[in-house]
């Protein structure tokens, strides 16, 4: 299996502008998270989903932040308009519901907002 | 919600000692304890994990233990290698939740 894929590896975009991260999860896991990872906040979960459904969202930190999963093998985390403030390294990571929640992730996408 | 804190946040160890990362919970609720290894440039990927029902647990040089009453739990790493070099994360789940709370993370360097 190829791990989770994430797209692009690395965007640079200037504020105001919509940026859209890409996600593919490991085939046959039925829960998907999208992280944020930061040196001053650490990891993040910002949202996950469970069989294509967002379960909990309490981590997207507004509502410039939106999460799609239109099925089980890809999903999208949306900003927009982006600020400098959202850059960050984000994480999509995969798991197939355990016990236990081993969760698989992908490598990232460094967003740099300028 | 749970709350994990973890330290130190840097460590370096001579190549050959013995590294320590320690971690602290506050849901008693909480069963589950992985720990992460983030190499440079990638994803956090799972070492080893322990389940409440177990003390400690052991995988060649890494080990973890684990004390309910205090709630807190370690990760030991021995005869350290250059390729032990990365940031550790420890978490906290309780089983009927997929929602990990992850530790802030500990950069260990090897120095040969």
């Known amino acids: 299996d190829a791990g989770v894929i994430q797209s692009p590896r690395h965007e640079v975009t200037e504020m105001g502008q919509e940026v859209t991260l890409r996600c593919k999860p490991i085939?046959?896991?039925?829960?998907l998270f999208w992280y944020r990872q930061t040196m001053m906040r650490g990891l993040e979960l910002l949202i996950y989903?469970?069989?294509?459904?967002?379960?909990?969202d309490s981590g997207m930190p507004e509502d410039r932040f939106s999460a799609k999963m239109p099925n089980a093998s890809f999903s999208t985390l949306k900003i927009q308009p982006s600020e400098p403030r959202d850059s960050a390294v984000y994480f999509c990571?995969?798991?197939?519901?355990?016990?236990?929640?081993?969760?698989?992730f992908g490598p990232g996408t460094r967003l740099t907002v300028t | 919600g749970e709350n994990v804190e973890q330290h130190p946040s840097t460590l370096s160890v001579q190549e050959g000692d013995s590294a320590v990362i320690k971690c602290t919970y506050s849901?008693?609720?909480?069963?589950?304890f992985p720990w992460y290894k983030q190499e440079l440039g990638k994803g956090p990927q799972l070492i080893i994990d322990?389940?409440?029902?177990?003390g400690e647990k052991k995988d060649q040089r890494i080990a973890v233990t684990l004390n309910k009453t205090a709630k807190h739990f370690s990760l030991h790493i021995t005869e350290t290698q250059p390729e032990d070099s990365a940031v550790y994360f420890c978490?906290?789940?309780?089983?009927?939740?997929?929602?990990?709370?992850f530790g802030t993370g500990t950069r260990l360097t090897i120095i040969p």
């Open positions: 990571a995969s798991s197939n519901g355990g016990p236990p929640v081993e969760q698989y």
């Open positions: 085939s046959g896991h039925d829960y």
């Open positions: 989903f469970n069989n294509n459904v967002p379960i909990d």
């Open positions: 849901d008693s609720a909480s069963n589950y």
């Open positions: 322990i389940r409440s029902n177990v």
């Open positions: 978490a906290a789940v309780n089983f009927g939740n997929e929602k990990l709370t």
